[in-house]
């Protein structure tokens, strides 16, 4: 629910805030006073479009700020994934300013947002009924959401519909993709094969490429590369023109016996260091005998070694950039190689598999539209009830159900009919808000939504006006509700009354006490607060429909 909003320089509103609580709240006022102006700033915090226009005139930009509570997991997701987080209070706060050259920035849970997720997220709170809103009752899919939406059990029936319509189109595109391009991926079959062959037939190893760089700038330089070690290894360890006395592990040796067993601790020490230098000397010449050991021996070795080279290369210039990246091409293109099978078998099984699940596909779909079909009178004859209390006592709303093309909400094309005529061409704008009404109460899910209700009592009067006020303090019962009215008998309904007031130039927000609220009502009973007889006449109207409202909140006995 929306817990308080605060505005300001938005339109007549330099500056205001009100708390909003739990069931009805009523806003009223003079023409002019900016009622709608707090409905504005409620379609902005949904995400709604910008307008330069609404800039207080002198204003910079105009704010919205909005605190909302919920224990909703989804609304939680919706925050959490734009990196925003409830405040200490676990509320979650909502804003946006226009600017008076018509930029817009979005904030939510402390973070700066696009737009469209600010709406997202009140797409799970607040819904706003305005006289254009009125307008998304007459679009097909909104009439078949509220056909799903009134019963529950058709969203099993839905879901299962949807995955079966969803199997049946893969199977159906591949098999038209397969079908209609067979020559093509005959064409591109045989390129892969080709590839694949010709990597596996070179049978490349992981890095091998670049160990035989490194292998082939040793083989340039085998002659070189044997005779330093060979000298390196006589000098230390004899051979080659040295005498074994005269290498340098044996002359280190000797030197380290002279010194060794010396009474004087500066010898000993060096002596303990010789003894390390000739182990490090005689490691030294071992790993130089093997590494002469493992030069390359073979004189066509260079040569092999160079054509596999080029070999590789081959296949780096037409596959990747590396040998790692051609066997990861090639593992790419097996993948890709089974799932193209174009023989005559596979096109056949394919085919059999889309029949198969276009049947189930369709089996489903009847038993949607057989739902559906149950749920439409149902829903016809509640609203109808519904709009009979509201001034269209000879109406009857009608929900018919035709066939259309398979797509992802079913194979069913709903229409809304008022007295047998399409709800676009039977109802005024009057009759439209109405009928909207009727159909939130009986669509009211109970899960503490905030529903926005602008004028939907606009043209009304008289005892439809109590019946809509009494609509509106039922549907309040489990959800927020927040009306604009001009209509005393609906606003005698409310929990909580705020006044929107203006001066001569601004407009501020006012939560109006018990008293005051029955001198509104008598303002609104034709300007009759200044005389005794409309004061009791709206207290009259106050005390009887907060009777009522203490009547619908109060535990059944039953």
């Known amino acids: 629910m929306l817990v308080d909003i605060s505005i300001s320089d938005l339109g007549v509103i330099e500056s205001s805030s009100a708390e909003l609580s739990h069931g009805l709240t009523v806003l009223t006022g003079e023409t002019g006073a900016g009622k709608t102006m707090v409905v504005t700033g409620l379609r902005l915090l949904a995400g709604g479009r910008a307008d330069a226009s609404r800039v207080r005139d002198g204003a910079a930009k105009a704010a919205v700020e909005g605190h909302f509570s919920s224990e909703s997991p989804a609304v939680a997701e919706v ?49 706003v009924h305005g006289q254009n809103d009125q307008l998304r009752l007459l679009a097909a899919e909104q009439q078949l959401a509220a056909i799903d939406r009134f019963n529950p059990s058709i969203g099993p029936v839905r879901a299962a519909y949807t995955d079966a319509f969803k199997h049946w189109r893969e199977l159906a595109k591949d098999y038209q993709r397969r079908t209609e391009s067979r020559r093509e991926m005959a064409q591109e079959v045989d390129r892969l094969q080709f590839a694949i062959t010709e990597i596996t037939e070179l049978d490349p190893e992981p890095g091998e490429d670049a160990e035989l760089v490194t292998l082939i700038r040793r083989l340039q330089d085998v002659d070189s590369l044997r005779e330093s070690a060979a000298t390196a290894l006589a000098a230390l360890d004899g051979g080659d023109g040295f005498g074994d006395e005269d290498t340098a592990v044996n002359l280190a040796g000797a030197a380290e016996a002279a010194l060794a067993g010396s009474s004087d601790e500066e010898l000993a020490q060096l002596a303990g260091r010789l003894s390390e230098a000739t182990a490090q000397l005689t490691d030294i010449a071992a790993e130089l005998s093997s590494y002469l050991g493992a030069l390359p021996a073979d004189p066509n070795l260079l040569e092999s070694s160079l054509q596999r080279q080029q070999d590789l290369k081959r296949l780096t210039r037409k596959y990747a950039a590396d040998i790692d990246g051609v066997l990861a091409w090639r593992a790419a293109a097996e993948e890709k190689l089974a799932g193209m099978d174009t023989s005559t078998e596979a096109l056949e099984e394919l085919k059999k598999k889309a029949k198969e699940a276009e049947k189930d596909m369709v089996a489903k779909a009847k038993k949607l539209t057989s739902a559906r079909t149950k749920a439409a009178k149902q829903l016809g004859k509640q609203v109808t009830e519904e709009i009979h209390g509201l001034a269209m006592p000879n109406s009857t709303l009608s929900v018919a159900i035709s066939t259309a093309k398979y797509s992802k909400s079913g194979a069913d094309e709903v229409e809304f009919q008022l007295n047998g005529k399409p709800l676009a061409a039977a109802a005024s704008g009057g009759e439209l808000s109405r009928v909207m009404l009727a159909m939130e109460v009986v669509l009211a899910s109970g899960d503490g939504t905030t529903l926005v209700f602008d004028e939907v009592d606009a043209g009304v009067g008289g005892r439809a006006a109590v019946e809509i006020g009494r609509r509106l303090a039922r549907l309040s019962i489990t959800n927020q509700v927040i009306c604009v009215t ?47 007889t409309g004061r009791a006449h709206a207290q009259e109207l106050f005390d009887r429909a907060q009777a009522e409202v203490a009547a619908f909140r109060a535990p059944s006995t039953l």
């Open 79 to 127: 925050v959490e994934q734009a990196g925003g987080e409830p405040d200490e209070n676990g509320e979650f706060i909502a804003s946006r300013t226009v600017s008076s050259a018509g930029r817009s920035r979005a904030y939510l849970g402390g973070r700066a947002v696009p737009a469209a997720t600010l709406g997202e997220f009140a797409s799970h709170l607040i819904t």
């Open 486 to 532: 001009h209509l005393p008998q609906v606003a005698a309904y409310a929990d909580s009354h705020l006044h929107v007031s203006k001066d001569k130039f601004t407009s501020g927000v006012a939560d109006l006490s018990s008293e005051e609220r029955v001198e509104e009502l008598a303002r609104m009973l034709a300007g009759l607060d200044d005389t005794e």
